[in-house]
């Protein structure tokens, strides 16, 4: 029982992880990929959080009657690694409006059809 | 408590998650994507990473899910369904997901204080910061003094991702342009919309302010470059969605919006060469005052507003690049 309630966040995360795995491998559509990919992302960021985080302690901001913090470096990763994730992307969903311009389908069969077709 | 709270937002969100993976809607899977990341927010906050929190609300409720619906705007709103499930696809993901659980039982238990995260740099970063840095906020002292070098990369990614945006959409801008002023300027524009546009002209200066005051009172509170140049971005963004993408561009001109992306980025540089001339290391702001808490105040400032300056541009011009390109 205290294991499920100890290890709970960490299933969480690897059930998140899994479901944008699945979205990304098994979706033929391009943004669909996409958004599988930033699930699997926020699993990740769900993740070391999760590690951050001491039993009773604040948030890592000093203030008076408070002495136990929560670890701020796992914030810091993951605060950056979120804006740089929406960066990447708007790069790749940039490449999918190029490819629905190009080809004029963003579906992975009708592209693998219209390669194979010369 | 907390694991009641805690619980059930995860609960929350792996329904979401699979929401998403069923539906083929994918204007409403985007905006599910919107609900995901909201509950993500409210999750970090629960987990008392509040910065993270802030950052996550207005990333991934905001800009990305504008992205993502501008995207769709040029591209298509409907997956193609599938027959069944991809049962390979399945297997994979099932196979995997059964062996990182396995990993988890040799993890520290939740908010364990003995986890070994918590023994190496954490606990150093919490008790000399404080007199070190002379920041409240220890989240914004790491960020910007003790990984510096961190920030300093990461802000050049930003930069990189949003040149690689700007030469795959602005090509062709020059026709796109002319064509939509011979049609109808601004189709998108919600002119008609009037309570949207009363709100708005109510809300945008709200957001920029508190985008200020995320700014500067990131040293004492929860905030910062980052997360304030995330919500600059999205009251300009709120602005061109409700009044037109042209009448944005005349109020910044893209090439002022260019110019400050690298201008965000040349002053955290700078920061850093400035603390080498006066005699530190890069990066070293205490070599920049007399004072060394003083000077790591000045240097945590300045590229702070540099972080600021280019996240805010970037996301704006990745949104203008988007919304600029016409459906072909």
Request: aromatic share 10%; with cysteine; hydrophobic share 50%.
């Amino acid at each position: 029982m205290s294991d499920a309630l100890g290890l709970y966040n960490y299933w969480i995360a690897i059930f998140l992880m899994m479901v944008g795995f699945y979205n990304v491998i098994a979706s033929g559509n391009l943004v669909k990929k996409l958004i599988g990919l930033s699930i699997f992302q926020t699993s990740v960021f769900l993740l070391y959080i999760t590690m951050g985080k001491v039993k009773d302690g604040t948030a890592p901001i000093l203030g008076d009657g408070y002495d136990t913090f929560s670890n701020p470096l796992p914030h810091v990763l993951i605060l950056t690694a979120i804006v740089v994730g929406i960066a990447t992307t708007a790069v790749g969903l940039a490449l999918v409006v190029r490819i629905q311009e190009h080809f004029g389908t963003i579906e992975e069969d009708e592209l693998i059809a219209q390669e194979d077709s010369p | 408590m907390i694991h009641v709270v805690d619980m059930t937002l995860l609960a929350f969100l792996a329904l979401v998650a699979i929401a998403i993976t069923r539906m083929t809607n994918l204007f409403a899977t985007s905006v599910l994507t919107g609900v995901y990341s909201l509950l993500m927010a409210c999750i970090f906050t629960v987990l008392d990473a509040v910065d993270v929190a802030f950052t996550e609300a207005a990333v991934g409720a905001g800009i990305s899910t504008v992205l993502f619906l501008a995207t769709l705007s040029l591209t298509t709103q409907r997956e193609k369904p599938q027959r069944s499930p991809n049962w390979k696809a399945l297997c994979v993901a099932l196979l995997t997901g059964g062996a990182l659980v396995y990993g988890t039982f040799d993890m520290p238990h939740f908010g364990d204080p003995q986890a070994p995260v918590h023994q190496h740099v954490g606990p150093h970063y919490i008790g000399v910061s404080p007199t070190q840095i002379g920041v409240p906020n220890m989240v914004t002292s790491v960020l910007a003094s003790y990984r510096g070098y961190d920030t300093l990369g990461e802000t050049a990614v930003i930069f990189t991702a949003c040149m690689a945006v700007l030469l795959l959409l602005q090509h062709e801008k020059r026709r796109d342009e002319q064509s939509a002023v011979e049609e109808k300027p601004d189709k998108e524009a919600m002119e008609h919309a009037m309570i949207l546009r009363v709100q708005s002209k109510f809300f945008i200066p709200l957001i920029l302010l508190f985008g200020l005051y995320v700014q500067f009172h990131g040293d004492f509170g929860p905030g910062g470059g980052f997360q304030a140049g995330v919500i600059f971005a999205a009251g300009i963004i709120l602005y061109s969605l409700v009044n037109g993408l042209d009448k944005a561009r005349q109020i910044i001109p893209p090439n002022v919006l260019h110019g400050l992306v690298a201008f965000g980025l040349l002053l955290y540089a700078g920061t850093g060469l400035a603390s080498l001339f006066m005699d530190g290391n890069f990066l070293q702001y205490r070599a920049l005052a007399e004072e060394a808490t003083h000077g790591e105040h000045i240097g945590i400032l300045l590229i702070e507003l540099g972080v600021g300056v280019t996240v805010a541009t970037v996301m704006t011009s990745m949104f203008f690049s988007f919304s600029g390109r016409r459906r072909s």
